[in-house]
C-alpha cells in the first residue's frame, strides 16, 4: 500500500482499513446492523493476459448499510476489484467474504439473492420493454418453471417507481436514450431485491440530469432500504458528495480509505490524480474540489 495520508510509521493497510471500517470479524453489532458487510482480505487480483497481479490488497471492506465509492485514475484496479467483489473474478489469492461466507462458496442463485451487479458492460434485445427487462432481475427468486408471483410484481413495481421509468414501461429499450437505458437497468437490479448493490461507472457517459438521478436513486434505495452499496465513480466530487466512504485507488492498491471528509485533499489529488486542485473540506454538500491544472508525472 502506498503511504497514504492518515498512515502513521509501521501501520500496516490491514490496520488502517480495520480501524475505520471496523474489523469484519466483530459481530458485536450484528443485532443492530441487518444489512451485509462485504469483505476482501489477502486479495491478489489479475487476468490470464497479465503476467503481474492487477490488484493487491491485504484488506477491504465495503461496510454495512452504507455507500462505499471506489475513485482512482484509469487503470488504477477499481473495476478489477468489483469484479472480485461480486465473484466474476476469482482471485488468485485470498477471499471475498459476504457477511462471513466465502462469495466462493454460495451457489449462483443464492448469491444472487444477496449481491446484485450492474457492470458497464449490459445489453438487451432493442424490442425488450423496461416493465419486461425489469422481470428479468427476480430470476433469483423463481423456480425454472414458477410463474410470477404477487411478490414478483410487487418488486418489479416498487423498482420501476425508485429508478423513475414507471412511466416508461412499456417503451422498447431501442428506444430509449442512454440515461433512461441506464435508469432502465437500475430497475433490474433494484427488482433483484437484493442486500448488496455494486455498481461500475454507472454515471458513464450520462448527462448531468441522468447523472444526479441515478445517484439519487442509489441513496435512497441505500437510506430507505438499508442495502449496502460499492460504486465505482470516475468523479471524485461526486462521489465525495454521494458517498459515505471512498478507497482511493492508485497503481492496484488502496492509497486511502474513509469517510470523504478526511480522505479529499490536495495532497490525495497530487499524488492518486496528478491533478493540483484546492479542496473546501467545509462544503455543506461535501468537499468542494476546484481544480487548477494537471501535473505531470
Known amino acids: ?14 490496520g488502517v482499513l480495520t480501524e475505520r471500517g471496523g474489523d469484519a470479524t466483530d459481530t458485536s453489532d450484528a443485532a443492530d446492523t441487518p444489512a451485509c458487510e462485504l469483505h476482501g482480505e489477502e486479495l491478489v487480483l489479475g487476468y490470464p493476459s497479465t503476467d503481474e497481479p492487477v490488484v493487491q490488497c491485504d484488506t477491504i471492506v465495503v461496510p454495512a448499510g ?3 465509492a471506489l475513485v482512482g485514475p484509469n487503470g488504477s484496479g477499481k473495476s478489477t476489484l468489483l469484479r472480485a467483489l461480486s465473484n466474476q473474478l476469482s482471485p488468485e489469492g485470498g477471499q471475498v467474504l459476504l457477511d462471513g461466507t466465502d462469495v466462493q462458496t454460495l451457489g449462483t442463485k443464492t448469491l444472487a439473492r444477496k449481491l446484485g451487479l450492474l457492470s458497464q458492460e449490459h445489453d438487451s434485445p432493442r424490442s425488450l420493454t423496461v416493465e419486461e427487462l425489469a422481470y428479468h432481475g427476480r430470476y433469483p427468486h423463481r423456480g425454472m418453471f414458477e410463474s410470477l408471483s404477487p411478490d414478483d410484481h410487487e418488486a418489479v413495481e416498487r423498482a420501476l417507481s425508485l429508478a423513475g421509468v414507471a412511466r ?14 441506464q435508469l432502465a437497468w437500475i430497475a433490474m437490479v433494484l427488482a433483484q431485491e437484493t442486500d448488496v448493490l455494486l455498481l461500475d461507472e454507472p454515471t458513464t457517459y450520462l448527462d448531468l440530469h441522468h447523472q444526479l438521478r441515478v445517484m439519487e436513486v442509489v441513496r435512497s434505495l441505500n437510506r430507505e432500504r438499508d442495502v449496502t452499496v460499492a460504486v465505482v465513480l470516475h468523479d471524485i466530487g ?3 458528495r454521494f458517498a459515505d466512504n471512498l478507497i482511493a485507488m492508485k497503481d492496484g492498491e488502496p492509497y486511502d480509505w474513509g469517510p470523504p471528509r478526511e480522505v479529499v485533499s490536495e495532497e490525495l489529488l497530487e499524488d492518486v490524480f496528478r491533478v ?9 454538500t461535501g468537499p468542494h474540489i476546484s481544480p487548477h491544472r494537471a501535473l505531470d508525472r
Do not use: C, F, N
Open 168 to 181: 416508461l414501461r412499456d417503451r422498447e429499450m431501442g428506444d430509449l436514450s442512454g440515461g433512461q437505458k
Open 66 to 68: 452504507e455507500i462505499t
Open 276 to 284: 493540483e486542485a484546492s479542496v473546501d473540506a467545509a462544503s455543506p
Open 1 to 14: 500500500m502506498q503511504d497514504g495520508r492518515h498512515a502513521g510509521e509501521g501501520e500496516t493497510q490491514r
Open 238 to 240: 461526486q462521489a465525495a
